[in-house]
């Protein structure tokens, strides 16, 4: 693999992508999983088919925003796939000044415990597909030892003294209110962030297997957990 090779999208500018800084954000192209309510599917299943940008041309212009930009953030795709690249890759960043954070979808634990331990990530944001044992109906491919990198993952980064968010994208007839309590309590005390399914930009094979909770539905699962576990 190469991770230059793979630098598939560069947006200059974000104030949303990461609460309090101000950031650019890198999406590399590859992912290992094909998750049904991928909205970046392009770019995390045929990463050839997309241009790739310059990684020179993304410093100049990071060095050319110096002071305005405090952070940069890795995308995908999935940034772990690329392993020690990783490392070098982050390193880049740091060595300008700039935090980092990455987005993970967990798999590769000994990435994430390595990017961890050398202090060069300042958060890391993993999303929750499942609870262990149902991982595959989101994930839709079968990898060896899914579930227990999944939970090394998750003791790892409630270990990490750096900050971390847990995501579940929520799918109605897929996350059942229970599931969402078991997946609150595996990476408690953290808070699990609930971000509820849309298929608009979803591979056409998958559409209807995708159907949103209401507002209200979603809403409703929020207070559960909030009440069952105290916040
Ligand atoms: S882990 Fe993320 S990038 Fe990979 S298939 Fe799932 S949603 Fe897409």
Redesign the pocket.
């Known amino acids: 693999m190469n991770i230059l090779k793979n630098i598939k999208g560069f947006y200059e500018l974000s104030l949303m992508e990461w609460k309090g800084v101000v950031s650019s954000i890198i999406f590399l192209g590859g992912?290992?999983?094909?998750?049904i309510?991928?909205?970046?599917?392009d770019?995390?299943?045929n990463p050839k088919d997309i241009p790739s940008k310059d990684l020179d041309d993304i410093l100049n212009n990071l060095d050319n925003r110096k002071g305005w930009v405090d952070g940069v953030v890795i995308?995908?795709?999935?940034p772990t796939i690329y392993g020690e690249e990783l490392i070098d890759f982050l390193l880049i960043f740091k060595k300008r000044g700039l935090k980092t954070k990455i987005?993970?979808?967990g798999?590769n634990y000994d990435v994430i415990e390595k990017i961890v331990d050398k202090k060069i990530v300042d958060e890391i944001s993993m999303?929750i597909?499942h609870i262990p044992g149902k991982y595959e109906e989101?994930?839709k491919v079968k990898l060896p030892e899914l579930e227990d990198r999944i939970l090394a993952s998750i003791n790892i980064l409630k270990r990490a003294k750096i900050n971390k968010e847990f995501r579940l994208?929520a799918v109605k007839g897929v996350h059942s209110l229970e599931d969402i309590k078991k997946i609150s309590e595996l990476i408690s005390p953290e808070k699990i962030i609930l971000q509820n399914v849309t298929n608009d930009c979803v591979r056409d094979a998958y559409k209807e297997l995708i159907t949103p909770f209401t507002d209200e539905e979603i809403k409703c699962f929020e207070k559960k957990i909030e009440v069952d576990h105290g916040y």
């Open positions: 992912c290992n999983f094909r998750c309510y991928c909205h970046n599917y770019m995390a299943f995308s995908g795709g999935e987005y993970t979808n798999y999303d597909k989101i994930i994208t």
